[in-house]
Antibody, heavy 116, light 107 residues
Framework: EVQLVESGGGLVQPGGSLRLSCAASGFTFSNYWMHWVRQAPGKGLVWVSR????????SYADSVKGRFTISRDNAKNTLYLQMNSLRAEDTAVYYC?????????WGQGTLVTVSS | EIVLTQSPDFQSVTPKEKVTITCRASQSIGSSLHWYQQKPDQSPKLLIKYASQSISGVPSRFSGSGSGTDFTLTINSLEAEDAAAYYCHQSSSLPFTFGPGTKVDIK
């Protein structure tokens, strides 16, 4: 069974940092591109970042470029999102998603709250 | 950036009724359009990929059509469990984008 389990969310002050993790199981993690998608409370879905299967290529939404870094450890079957210089508008549930262009599996999400 | 618009924003529907949700892209995206269902406090779930391709395990009452800039998600004979928000998503070009969502409520 395919499973994606996010962790690392929490309350952080503006300007602070957090690292999210997404533990994958039930499939060959190293074969898939992976994405982060976020959803602010009561709002819609927003694409954040993606990484190719071997980690050599990454892309970011303009709103997080220069502040967030996506990475992966295929030996540990884990996807990461390092988030620096956090702002109030980064408050959201962050989902990792497996991609074959469409997102066929999603994690349960982890809530990041940026507030003083 | 490709902007996706959805209509309607909200629809209140009687069980067994047919629901049609449209998604329009600001430029041609071929068939790189996917549909998701999100129930309250749940993660999104893939319903349709590449505009019209069905997904294993998704009820056959869900279907999609369209190409280029205009796409449609159809729910035939709505069931109570279909109450949810529905989002379209384009993977034609970066940044990938989602539509604002259509909330379907059961009367």
């Amino acid at each position: 069974e395919v499973q994606l389990v996010e962790s690392g969310g929490g309350l952080v002050q503006p300007g602070g940092s957090l690292r999210l993790s997404c533990a994958a199981s039930g499939f060959t993690f190293s074969n898939y591109w992976m994405h982060w998608v976020r959803q602010a409370p009561g709002k819609g879905l927003v694409w954040v970042s993606r990484i190719n299967s071997d980690g050599s290529s990454t892309s970011y939404a303009d709103s997080v470029k220069g502040r967030f870094t996506i990475s992966r450890d295929n030996a540990k079957n884990t996807l990461y999102l390092q988030m620096n210089s956090l702002r109030a508008e980064d408050t959201a549930v962050y989902y990792c998603a497996r991609s074959l262009t469409a997102y066929d599996y999603w994690g349960q999400g982890t809530l990041v709250t940026v507030s003083s | 950036e490709i902007v996706l618009t959805q209509s309607p924003d909200f629809q209140s529907v009687t069980p067994k009724e047919k629901v049609t949700i449209t998604c329009r892209a600001s430029q041609s995206i071929g068939s790189s359009l996917h549909w998701y269902q999100q129930k309250p406090d749940q993660s999104p779930k893939l319903l349709i990929k590449y505009a019209s391709q069905s997904i294993s395990g998704v009820p056959s009452r869900f279907s999609g059509s369209g190409s280029g800039t205009d796409f449609t998600l159809t729910i035939n004979s709505l069931e109570a469990e279909d109450a949810a928000a529905y989002y379209c998503h384009q993977s034609s070009s970066l940044p990938f984008t989602f539509g604002p969502g259509t909330k379907v409520d059961i009367k």
